[in-house]
């Protein structure tokens, strides 16, 4: 069977499977109402002519001699399962419940990446012209776009076997193989060096972390086994149709679009909510850069960071540049996310993937099939949520096309409590309705217009342990915590109490502090410090406690205060010197229980 190489978006997608092998992570499912007469022989058929005609469709995965490789079966040699349910006999409030249950353990099924075909389907009849089908796949193999090519083949080929008639389709003039050469001969040709250079220059020293203060610590979004927990869960608020009908009218005023208009607004309430001012967000857009990749089936989707500084401007003067950065990053939006990484790499903070961590969308209504399925109608075509996703925070805004839009929040369960994501969502619209109202307004003084951000719930973190009081090794350690402070906050820090966030600290500085103390107190990434540590101690005083707990008592943390001390009073040539004649272990007689 041939055999191609997977693109940067799948060989990501299929290192991330086998971190959780089965589970539902990457698993897209849409439910498709018909109503009408339906022939399941005709409906059976019409998919197998699909799966000929689409090689992603009778996809496998396996591991070659340089990585994994994608194994294409013959145009006869996979089947797609096709389930069907007769529910008719059951009650109709048993029916209901059924459908979902059944719905519901396809969904959360997973596939094996391995076994040809990563899709299935399931119909059920729910009364004499009532039906629902179920289309289940794997992100590797598919993506929203590839729905519509989908749904009209279906229909085509469905309506032609009705008819007893063979499926008039039109040749396809490429593979999805194609579009994996064409990407490979972009990174390794000389196209990629212009790309590259753009995004080293755009994302140069960008925030390792944007993303609004969870409820809980990112190491509680575990597993009992230690792999992160996907559990998302999606709160959904209308869009006034008034305030819609605004934001399309001000996007067309602006000469922009309404996706510009939408995050220029979730970058004001970043803003608020993270106290940063150099905003990262994360976009998906589509990789179907020819247009004979139009009319394939396949897994196209590739992220395009959007970054956007708030600056001393208008709401509307933040839309326009907004617009300008979202062109600029579309004109550059072929190089592969990953590639992106690879050549911006940036930082990295612990449990938070790199880049971005909020990703936002701008959802278009599934576009129906405009002729085939004979004698069927079909419904508004709802994409299922399968409970998990791959990121902390995602917001989008769903098109409804004439009839408004949707803002959706999916959070992880892990990381927000249910109130926070509501509360989110309100702060959207209500930072919205704001901004069109008086664009000329400052975007800094729309974000101060809403309420403070909550501060951290604590109840799920471990307490702090009792430190004996020691003055002497005590007062060392808060010195040095104050000089940590003093040199991140831009403030000079001499309070033992004074408050962290009350001094203009923020998630980015907590992380960057966390990082510092870790490294001057040679300190392991788990010993316990972390920019959650912050909030949890927010004054030097109780920091200093936590450090000591650390390092295993007052003693020991008094003697890496002064060295720290001395370290830190000394210029970055002397420092380095220092440190250099420095073996790891030199620093103590004894470990004094320190972690290195």
Not at 77 to 103: F, Q, S
């Amino acid at each position: 069977m041939p055999s191609h190489p997977l693109s940067l978006a799948q060989r990501s997608l299929w290192h991330l499977e086998r971190l959780g092998p089965g589970g539902p992570v990457h698993t897209l499912a849409w439910r498709i109402p018909l109503r009408g007469k339906l022939d399941e022989r005709a409906l059976r058929e019409s998919f197998a002519v699909a799966v000929a005609r689409h090689e992603p469709l009778r996809t496998r995965f396996a591991e070659g001699d340089s990585g994994p490789v994608a194994v294409v079966a013959g145009e006869d040699a996979v089947e797609l399962p096709l389930v069907v349910d007769d529910l008719r006999p059951l009650p109709a409030a048993k029916r209901t419940a059924e459908k979902a249950r059944r719905c519901a353990a396809d969904i959360t099924a997973g596939f094996a990446l391995d076994r040809a075909p990563l899709a299935r389907a399931r119909l059920l009849h729910l009364g004499d012209d009532r039906h629902e089908l179920l289309i289940v796949v794997h992100h590797i193999v598919f993506d929203g776009v590839s729905l519509d090519v989908l749904l009209d083949e279906l229909g085509r080929a469905y309506s032609a076997r009705v008819h007893g008639e063979d499926p008039r389709l039109e040749v396809l003039d490429a593979r999805y193989a194609d579009a994996v050469a064409a990407e490979r001969e972009l990174l390794t040709g000389p196209g990629r060096a212009t790309l590259a250079a753009f995004w080293r220059e755009r994302l140069s020293a960008v925030p390792p972390v944007v993303l609004p203060p969870p409820d809980r610590d990112p190491a509680s979004a575990r597993e009992p086994g230690g792999e992160r927990s996907w559990a998302n869960r999606i709160f959904t608020l209308p869009l006034p149709g008034p305030v819609v009908a605004a934001v399309r009218e001000f996007a067309r005023r602006e000469r922009t679009t309404p996706y510009a208009v939408y995050l220029a607004v979730l970058t004001v309430l970043l803003h608020r909510l993270t106290g940063l001012a150099d905003i990262v967000v994360g976009t998906p857009v589509s990789a179907r850069h020819r247009g004979a990749f139009e009319r394939l089936v396949g897994y196209f989707v590739n992220i395009v960071v959007m970054r956007t500084e708030v600056g001393d401007r208008s709401f509307a003067q933040l839309v326009r540049t907004v617009r300008e950065s979202v062109f600029d990053a579309l004109d550059h939006q072929r190089l592969p996310f990953e590639a992106v990484v690879d050549e911006v790499r940036p930082p990295r903070t612990s449990g938070y993937g790199p880049l971005f961590q909020v990703l936002f969308a701008m959802v278009a209504p599934i576009r129906l099939p405009g002729d085939g399925f004979t004698n069927l109608d079909i419904g508004p075509v709802e994409q299922v949520d399968n409970g998990r996703s791959p990121f902390a925070l995602t917001v989008s805004v769903l098109d409804r096309a004439q009839d408004g839009a949707d803002l959706e929040l999916s959070y992880a369960v892990s990381l927000y409590d249910d109130t926070t994501a509501e509360r989110m969502a309100s702060q959207f619209v209500e930072l919205l309705s704001a901004a069109l109202s008086t664009p000329d307004t400052a975007a800094g003084e729309l974000a101060a217009a809403l309420p403070a951000p909550a501060p951290l719930a604590t109840p799920d973190l471990p307490a702090a342990p009792v430190i004996p009081a020691a003055p002497d090794g005590g007062a060392a350690v808060i010195r040095a915590v104050q000089a940590v402070w003093t040199a991140h906050l831009h403030t000079e820090v001499t309070d033992p109490d004074a408050d962290f966030l009350a001094l203009g600290g923020h998630s980015l500085a907590a992380a960057r502090i966390a990082v510092d103390l870790r490294e001057l107190f040679g300190l392991a990434n788990d010993a316990g410090i972390t920019e959650f540590t912050l909030f949890r101690a927010p004054t030097p005083r109780l920091l200093a406690a936590q450090l000591t707990a650390a390092l295993g008592g007052w003693t020991a943390a008094a003697e890496e205060a002064e060295f720290v001390l001395g370290l830190l009073g000394m210029t970055d040539e002397q420092a380095e010197k220092q440190l250099s004649g420095l073996a790891p272990e030199s620093r103590h007689e004894d470990d004094g229980g320190a972690t290195r």
